[in-house]
């Protein structure tokens, strides 16, 4: 078999980890880096290439139009900013990838492009970021809009915002610090340019006021829709991808790639990594009862289900009735996640259909035994032609340590995982296969 990527995408960001689990807060805090820093070192010990975490910046009320579901059940909230955890995580690991979310609609190109270039230093060539566009209007509501920019207008943002960022990352020439101690000159200031950028979007003169990192750091981005693909391939090192069954991966994979060779890009140097869920068990017997619990459609399991889609879609998902077919629903926020909830059953279905549909294939899960999680991976690998996957689930330690203590050996047994690291860099690890 031949060796996939895999990473960790820690989908409740630097929020609350493992509520709901009997080990809630045994021996850590969330609010605290160390819960975060141990499973790093896990990460990196088990061969991952790299630690994404997400972030957003509103308290989702879209669901029944209030709070409370997210709030009892700590469902996107409460959330600590991502980017100042990045410096314990890096001096936790020594080759991990550490990649924090910033969203392009709310940080200035400018101000990312310092602060990136800053961690880039830290981090040693380690860096990357997601790149969001924030679809949610109540994002917006906290950044002094009434609602969020239309959705591909937000993405030619985006565009504009990426290519100012790099432009800054790239006003000194490689050259340009001397460190001339005789001479006593620190910086050669014919080699450090203001860009003069005036754009649709932002007017930025640069250059950049430090120095930027010799190695960019590595840019992450999960566009679905057609204008999210462009985005991605067009731009992105990583996709993060979410498809539940191996033709719609191929198909996801085969589109982005074609558009990073139609903006002239290697389409082998864009990593495409599905999110996957693993839920190892230890026999065939606990296989069904795990399945056949996660199947039970509950109103707690509705409520999750809908409270969370509602939130990503900014559709209130509580209006519709569960026993009716559900109407045509569209969105300027997240598309392809909202596409991905449609048409997890056929036509016409009712939403409770759609969310028995999903409660059964349970979405992004993979339940089984070690062994039977690691051969789908290897096989769901070679049919998609893939580069990897990303685990996704909370950072408290009886989460992880189920998880990758039986399933990294398997992978291993399988030559699927990487057994050491090549000291270069996150870019140079995802390249180097
Ligand atoms: C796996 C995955 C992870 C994502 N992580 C974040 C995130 O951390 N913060 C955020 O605001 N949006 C996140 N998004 C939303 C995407 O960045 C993107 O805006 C969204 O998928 C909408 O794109 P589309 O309309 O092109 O499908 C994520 C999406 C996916 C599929």
Redesign the pocket.
């Known amino acids: 078999m031949t060796l996939l990527h895999f990473g960790w ?1 820690l ?1 409740a ?1 630097f929020g609350v980890q493992g509520w709901g689990d009997p080990t809630y807060g045994i021996g850590y805090d969330w609010k605290q880096p160390q819960v975060y820093q141990d499973a790093a070192r896990l990460f990196e010990a088990s061969g991952f290439d790299l630690f994404i975490i ?3 910046v509103a308290v989702p009320d879209t669901y029944g139009g209030t709070a409370e579901v997210n709030l009892a059940n700590a469902r996107f909230v409460p959330k600590h900013d991502p980017l100042p955890l990045v410096p314990y995580l890096l001096g936790a690991t020594r080759d991990l990838g550490i990649v924090p ?1 910033l ?1 392009a609609s709310f940080y200035e190109p400018f101000t990312a492009a310092r602060l990136l270039a800053t961690l880039q230093h830290f981090a040693n060539g380690r860096l990357g970021f ?7 209007d109540l ?1 917006a509501q906290n950044y002094g809009l009434d609602k969020q920019v239309e ?1 591909d207008l937000r ?1 030619d943002r985006a565009d504009e915002w990426v290519d100012v960022v790099r432009r800054l990352w790239r006003s000194w020439d490689a050259d340009a610090v001397l460190e001339d101690t005789e001479r006593g000159v620190y910086a050669d200031f014919t080699k450090v340019r203001p860009i003069n950028h005036d754009g649709r979007f932002f007017r930025v003169r640069g250059p950049l006021n430090t120095v930027p990192p010799v190695e960019e750091p590595v840019m992450v ?5 057609g ?3 462009d985005f991605a391939g067009k731009n992105s090192d990583v996709i ?3 498809a539940s069954t191996p033709e719609r991966m191929r198909e996801y994979r085969d589109s982005i790639r074609e558009v990073a060779a139609a903006n002239g890009r290697n389409p082998d140097a864009v990593k495409v990594l599905f ?1 996957v869920n693993p839920v190892v068990t230890a026999n065939a017997e606990e296989t069904a009862t795990v399945k056949a619990a996660r199947a039970e459609l509950t109103q707690a399991a509705i409520d999750e289900a809908l409270q969370s889609i509602s939130y ?1 879609s900014g559709v209130d998902f509580k209006e519709f009735d569960l026993d009716a077919p559900l109407p045509e629903v569209t969105t300027n ?5 909202l ?1 991905n909830f449609v048409k997890s059953a056929p036509e016409g279905s009712t939403l409770r259909e759609i969310l028995q549909v999903r409660a059964r294939k349970d979405g992004l899960a993979i339940v089984g035994t070690a062994d039977e999680i690691a051969d789908h991976l290897g096989e769901l690998g070679e049919a998609v032609g893939g580069d990897g996957f990303l685990f996704t689930g909370q950072v408290h330690p009886s989460h992880v340590h189920r998880t990758l203590d039986p399933l990294v050996p398997a992978l291993r047994r399988r030559g699927l995982i990487r057994t050491g690291f090549g000291g270069s860099g996150l870019r140079a690890n995802l390249l180097e296969f």
């Open positions: 995408f989908g960001g997400e972030d957003g979310t969203s997601n790149v969001v566009t924030s679809g949610s994002a959705h993405y981005q999960a566009g679905a829709s204008r999210g693909r993060l991808a979410l999110v990503l926020s997240n598309q392809g996640t596409d």
